[in-house]
């Protein structure tokens, strides 16, 4: 009898209650609320963009949907610089209106400062292309030295406004993670608003330039992604394709202008730039 009762509480302990209350049916168990994925994760951007996997990405893009979404973007940009003159001199005796004989070189010793500031469109072509459009201001100086026998003869300065429109390619490379390097390259038209202003010998300057001119520019840059813009970080460097020299030139100080064969603007930029 002892024997039994212990087996029977043994076997009693053992059972398991029925979960379902007497019902087979499974319980009904409430779902997990869904949470919305990310508009663009970095497998996602793989199939967007073949050819160039994230897969070294080890956290979330800062605004995912940047390079996707919208295909036009605005913006500005805040540069700094220097301005300077490639100058061929003329190896040719030059003479003014009295007669008497010249022998200049012509160069810039220092390079001058430039600042500009510009607003900015870009249009998305694909993932790798985009079209840029930059128009602004530059303002500098560059000063003119001339040299006789190794001597400084005369040192003027020429003053510039230029007005510009930039028309750019850039090529982006791969995003890891918030930051995208990339190149630029294309064609700069130039208006130097300056050069319209009344040239005499009150100005003390007896060399003019041509107003207008373009410029080759090409550069390199890399692009950082905050919460609320983008931020890049951009060098380039501008050189001028059109000889600026102008035949102007004031009575008695002919050999100034005679004394410069050509002379190409050139430049380099460091830009901030905002979209």
């Known amino acids: 009898m002892g024997f039994c009762a212990v087996a029977t509480a043994q076997s009693k302990s053992s059972l398991v209650p029925n979960p379902h209350n007497g019902d087979d049916r499974p319980s009904r ?5 869904s949470t919305k994925e990310p508009l663009y994760t970095p497998d996602k951007l793989d199939d967007m963009a073949p050819g160039f996997p994230n897969k070294l990405v080890t956290r979330p893009f800062t605004q995912q949907q940047y390079d996707y979404n919208k295909r036009l973007h605005f913006g500005f940009a805040v540069a ?10 003329s190896k040719q005796t030059q003479y003014n209106s009295k007669g008497e004989a010249y022998n200049y070189f012509v160069d810039v010793s220092t390079l001058s400062p430039l600042m500009s500031v510009s607003a900015l469109m870009d249009y998305r072509l694909n993932h790798l292309f985009s079209l840029r ?5 530059t303002f500098g100086t560059r000063t003119l ?4 026998a190794d001597t400084l003869n005369l040192s003027m300065q020429i003053e510039s406004v230029l007005v510009e429109a930039s028309f750019l390619l850039k090529y982006k490379a791969r995003r890891h993670s918030d930051l ?4 630029i390259a294309g064609l700069t038209p130039y208006c130097d608003v300056s050069a319209f202003k009344n040239f005499n010998e009150n100005r003390k300057l007896f060399v003019a330039v041509n107003p207008f001119d373009i410029a080759f520019t090409a550069g ?10 983008k931020f890049s970080l951009e060098f380039k ?3 001028g394709m059109l000889n600026t020299i102008s035949p102007k030139s004031l009575a008695e100080f002919e050999q100034y202008p005679k004394s410069i064969d050509k002379m190409y603007m050139h430049s380099i930029v460091l830009s901030i730039i905002f979209e």
Do not use: C, E, H
């Not at 168990?29 to 609320?33: H, L």
């Not at 995208?180 to 190149?183: A, G």
């Not at 390199?220 to 813009?229: E, M």
């Open 220 to 229: 390199i840059g890399i692009d950082a992604y905050a919460d609320f813009f």
């Open 145 to 148: 030295n001339f040299f006789s």
């Open 80 to 89: 700094i610089g220097a301005l300077d003159y490639d100058i061929t001199s």
């Open 29 to 33: 168990v409430p779902k997990a609320i």
């Open 180 to 183: 995208r390097p990339y190149m």
């Open 133 to 137: 459009l930059q128009v602004g201001p």
């Open 237 to 239: 460097y501008v050189m």
